[in-house]
C-alpha cells in the first residue's frame, strides 16, 4: 500500500521568504510526527499530533514555524520568514496511534535549501 | 524522558553477526522499546519492537535484558545493505518519540 508521501522533495527558497511543507500520512494512521534533520545529524522532534490536535508545540524552534493538520489526515509544516539555518530534511512519520504498539512509517522528506 | 544511549559507531565484517546494544536505563515499565535504521538519504525504517519478550522478524532480532534496562539487535548475517545509523528508542510518557544519535554500523567486505 501508500506509504508516508511527502512534498516537495526538494525545495530550494531565498532567505526571508515563506514555505510550505506537506505530509500524506499512511490511511488510517491518528498520529503524526514532524522532524528535523541537519546534515550529518541526529533528528530533532518538532511537532506531533493526535488527530487534529497537537498537544505539546515546545519542539518547534521558533515561533516562525508552525504546523497543522486537517481532517486527521493531511498536514502542513509552514516557516515563515526563512532563515539558512533553517536548511535541513524535514521528515513526517505516522503511526496508528500512539507509539506502545505501533511503528513509525517515515516519508523520504523534504530537502530544505535556504539561499 | 526515556533516555537511551548507544555506541557512535561499530564496525563489522560481511556475513557475520552483529550485535547493537543499547541502555535504556529509564525506561518505564510500559514503555516499548523500537529500533529503527537509516540508509543513506533515506528516511529512517522500522526494524523491530518489543516490550518484555525477545522477538524476531525477518530483519532482525531483539533480545530484552530482564530488567529492561538495556536491549540487543541482533544483525544475524550482516550484509553491505546494513550499513545505516541504527537508533533505539523507548517511548517517552508525553509521546515525544526522541531520536538519540544512533550508532553507525559499518560492513566490512
Known amino acids: 500500500g501508500a506509504g508516508v508521501s511527502q512534498s516537495p522533495s526538494n525545495k530550494v527558497t531565498e532567505k526571508g521568504k515563506d514555505v510550505e511543507l506537506r505530509c500524506d500520512p499512511i490511511?488510517?494512521?491518528?498520529?503524526l510526527y514532524w522532524y528535523r534533520q541537519s546534515l550529518g545529524q541526529g533528528l530533532e522532534f518538532l511537532i506531533y499530533f493526535q488527530g487534529n490536535s497537537a498537544p505539546d508545540k515546545s519542539g518547534l524552534p521558533s515561533d516562525r514555524f508552525s504546523a497543522e493538520r486537517t481532517g486527521g489526515s493531511v498536514s502542513t509544516l509552514t516557516i515563515q520568514r526563512t532563515q539558512q539555518e533553517d536548511s535541513a530534511v524535514y521528515l513526517c512519520a505516522s503511526s496508528l496511534g500512539g507509539l506502545s504498539n505501533s511503528p513509525l512509517h517515515f516519508g523520504n522528506g523534504t530537502r530544505l535549501t535556504v539561499t | 524522558d526515556a533516555k537511551t544511549t548507544q555506541p557512535n559507531s561499530m564496525e563489522s565484517n560481511e556475513e557475520e553477526p552483529v550485535h547493537l546494544p543499547c541502555n535504556h536505563s529509564t525506561i518505564s515499565g510500559t514503555d516499548y522499546i523500537h529500533w529503527y535504521r537509516q540508509l543513506p538519504s533515506q528516511g529512517p525504517e522500522y526494524v523491530i519492537h518489543?516490550?518484555?519478550s525477545n522477538v524476531n522478524n525477518r530483519m532482525a532480532s531483539l533480545a530484552i535484558a530482564e530488567d529492561r534496562k538495556s536491549s540487543t539487535l541482533i544483525l544475524h548475517r550482516a550484509t553491505l545493505r546494513d550499513a545505516a545509523v541504527y537508533y533505539c528508542?523507548?517511548?517517552?510518557?508525553?509521546?515525544?518519540?526522541?531520536f538519540g544519535k544512533g550508532t553507525r554500523l559499518h560492513i566490512l567486505p
Open positions: 490511511s488510517g494512521h491518528t498520529a
Open positions: 528508542i523507548g517511548e517517552n510518557r508525553d509521546d515525544k518519540i526522541i
Open positions: 518489543g516490550l518484555t
